[in-house]
């Protein structure tokens, strides 16, 4: 695989104290097509530290995306903001947001070469184990990274925020690999409480190691400060939530030193 680099160098001050959390544009190949990704570490961290995988919304790979790989950087790791619709493609109306979304969902193994296309990338960086490799995702990417692991892909952990819960390929017991967390909202009809209960079923039945926390009164996209602009703009059930944003980010942040043993 052949990557692309080029650097630029931001800096955030965490705790008083100035750390320098690199941010680099990336390109890849999968399948053909040329993703374009975004990652981010802290270089005052010394030695390999685990790597994390984030999947983007149905919008696609935009800012919103980076700044969650950059506030993971800030925690101590190397995060990839990925690209699953090719070219960096991004959407600003629903319609087409459907379309790419639609395109990478209804090719399972192109959406799989896409997504350990950027897993390899990841776990080659410099700074990364590539042993210790986790993903997240919201919305959309919530869906992938719940449906890699259900394809048993190797990967330590998988966190989906406000992300599609239904499946036509269920979890098959000694299948997953990875430990669990879904962080969805009460109020979101996109994940409806009899959906949620399924998937908790689903996991269990597998006997998956999984947590599913449901936050009252979050809508769809909760995590994002732009949803609420967004759904009045389209007509949707999109609401950002300051307080679950807060929680869910807090709850990450316990899983990841969970399966990555860190304190």
Known sequence: MK??????LILVFAGGA????????????????????????DDAV?????????????????????MRARMLAE????ALAVDMFGDGKTADHPDDAGKFA?????????????FIAARKLLAGHKTVNGQRIAAIGYCFGGGVVLAMAREGVKLDGVASFHGSLATNTPARTGQVKAKVLVL??????????????????????????????VYPGARHSFTNPDA?????????????????????????????KKVFGRK
């Open 18 to 41: 100035q750390a320098a959390v690199v941010g680099e544009e990336v390109t890849y190949q999968a399948g053909g097509t040329t993703m374009k990704g975004y990652l981010a570490y």
């Open 184 to 213: 969805t909202g009460a109020a979101d009809p996109m994940a409806p409480s009899e959906t949620v209960e399924k998937f908790k079923q689903e996991m269990s039945a597998a006997k998956v190691d999984h947590k599913v926390v």
């Open 46 to 66: 010394k030695g390999k530290r685990p790597g994390v995988l984030v999947v983007h919304e149905w919008w696609g790979h935009n800012d919103y995306a980076r």
């Open 102 to 114: 639609t395109a990478v969902n209804s090719d399972m193994a192109a959406r799989r070469a896409r």
């Open 228 to 256: 609420t602009a967004f759904g009045e703009k389209f007509g949707m059930p999109l609401a950002y939530d300051a307080a679950a944003d807060k929680e869910s980010w807090a709850e990450l942040d316990k899983f990841l």
């Open 75 to 78: 925690m101590g790791y190397t």
């Open 3 to 8: 990557a692309a680099w080029s650097l630029a």
